[in-house]
């Protein structure tokens, strides 16, 4: 209702502005014509929103009739009308979904015959996943959820793949990692119980950096890549659990600290150029912003003191769950290592840059973290200082950097990492009130004072 009447405001300040002469007719005929896009804009998308919801209802009542006919048809019948629905669905997709594409290459305009083919191709998707379901069900197939979701996840991916459609290769991502926490909660109850489908499971990093983030490129979905670096990351950092490795007592300390480097490194290090048949840099930004923030987890985390004390009494021990899933992430670390050299050759070779060598230097720092205790250093806590000096010095070169360009978004994310520093390791170390409240008031001035201060510089 508010952008309703805003929009009609806009339309009768713009006719009073070209009478007062302000706006030639042609600013006007833009304006009005951006306008009557950003309009066509939100319709479309409220189109797809209602289309998805009734597609989801759809996929509801295929089920439920299913379960309604159970005692009445054979099961063959019933695979047969839910093969029927899923090539009627896909076949009438892709049709409604390639002629808009068809129009446009000609000059056509593009019809909206576009949002329900896509919305159909969703609906696909989705009565996949119901088709896996039931016939494992209706032929007694002994089947774990997790292979059935990861056997979903592919199907979807190829699509994806096939259709270059951003929200199918986003969907088929969150399918497989919903796949690999199940399969992660039901892993100590294996046994020896070994398939293609767990090993594919076990190896679930390499699979998302080889095969999502090209998806992501293909589709040029900006989102679909975000989530893909960040799964890969957190997934990674679950199968080698690095911060077991940070004590003297344990022979694996290279397996943290490949876990520590191989985020950031193949994050900074990465161009699209690499890719055949890619000649624009799509994703390189997005993937330098996603390293730089993951440095500053890394500093963050490894600043904490009870990391690095004894197992008996630290909380980051944990018990590692079998010997084929460190097996495993040796193997996706001997493949990412690779990927990871390649990729910083190929930026060596470009052009000598300083930043790459000080966040080069940073990712060494943070590699180096599990060896630390072995160098007994007189110095006490020197791993905790290290890297709390790090994490302040990361956040005063945003702050200088976001001063340098005027950005906001880096300087209060500079400010607010550095806050955030300061009361936390006063929690840890569990100061008296006193000095507490003095400390959360001076944050509290220090971050007013300047605040204020940047934005009037900016201004």
């Not at 009447?5 to 005929?29: E, M």
């Not at 490795?245 to 191989?262: C, G, K, M, P």
Request: hydrophobic share 55%; glycine share 4%.
């Amino acid at each position: 209702m508010l952008l309703d009447n805003f929009r009609a405001k806009l339309r009768n300040s713009l006719q009073v502005w070209r009478d007062a002469g302000i706006i030639n007719d042609v600013q006007y005929q833009q304006i009005t014509q951006y306008q009557a896009n950003l309009e066509q804009t939100v319709q479309n998308r409220s189109a797809k929103t209602v289309i998805v919801l009734a597609s989801i209802l759809i996929v509801t009542g295929a089920i439920t009739f299913i379960a309604a006919i159970e005692q009445v048809v054979t099961r063959e019948i019933k695979v047969l009308l839910l093969l029927s629905l899923l090539a009627a669905s896909n076949i009438t997709g892709f049709y409604l979904w390639q002629q808009p594409i068809k129009a446009q290459l000609e000059g056509k305009p593009v019809f909206r015959k576009y949002i329900l083919g896509k919305s159909l191709l969703i609906l696909n998707a989705l009565l996949l996943g119901v088709n896996l379901s039931v016939i494992a069900q209706l032929f007694h197939i002994n089947q774990a959820n997790y292979e059935l979701l990861l056997m979903w996840g592919a199907g979807v991916t190829l699509m994806a793949y096939s259709y270059e459609e951003q929200t199918l290769a986003i969907f088929g991502l969150v399918i497989v990692l919903v796949c690999y926490l199940i399969f992660s909660n039901e892993l100590p109850y294996l046994n020896n119980d070994v398939n293609w489908i767990v090993i594919i499971l076990q190896h679930i990093p390499l699979l998302l950096w080889v095969v999502f983030v090209p998806l992501a490129i293909w589709c040029k979905s900006r989102t679909c890549f975000i989530l893909t670096a960040i799964a890969f990351t957190l997934t990674l950092l679950f199968n080698i659990k690095p911060l077991q490795y940070l004590n003297t007592t344990n022979n694996f300390s290279w397996l943290a600290a490949f876990a520590f480097v191989l985020p950031p490194a193949l994050l900074w290090s990465y161009d699209d150029l690499l890719f055949p048949k890619v000649s624009k840099r799509y994703f390189q930004r997005v993937a330098r912003n996603l390293a730089l923030a993951c440095l500053c987890i890394f500093f963050y985390i490894l600043g904490f003191n009870y990391h690095w004390q004894a197992p008996d009494l630290t909380l980051s021990y944990i018990k590692p769950v079998n010997v084929s899933l460190n097996n495993a992430a040796s193997i996706d670390i001997a493949f990412l290592s690779v990927i990871a050299v390649t990729q910083w050759l190929f930026l060596i070779q470009q052009k000598f840059s300083w930043k790459n060598l000080v966040i080069l230097s940073w990712i060494v720092i943070c590699g180096l973290a599990p060896f630390l205790n072995y160098l007994y250093i007189d110095i006490p806590d020197v791993s905790v200082i290290l890297f709390n000096a790090m994490n302040i010095l990361f956040c005063l070169l945003l702050i200088r950097h976001a001063m340098q360009k005027r950005e906001r978004k880096e300087f209060w994310g500079g400010v607010l990492i550095l806050t955030l520093l300061v009361l936390t390791r006063m929690y840890e170390y569990q100061t008296d009130l006193l000095f507490g409240s003095l400390v959360l008031t001076f944050c509290g001035l220090a971050v007013i004072g300047t605040g204020t201060w940047f934005e009037s510089r900016i201004k």
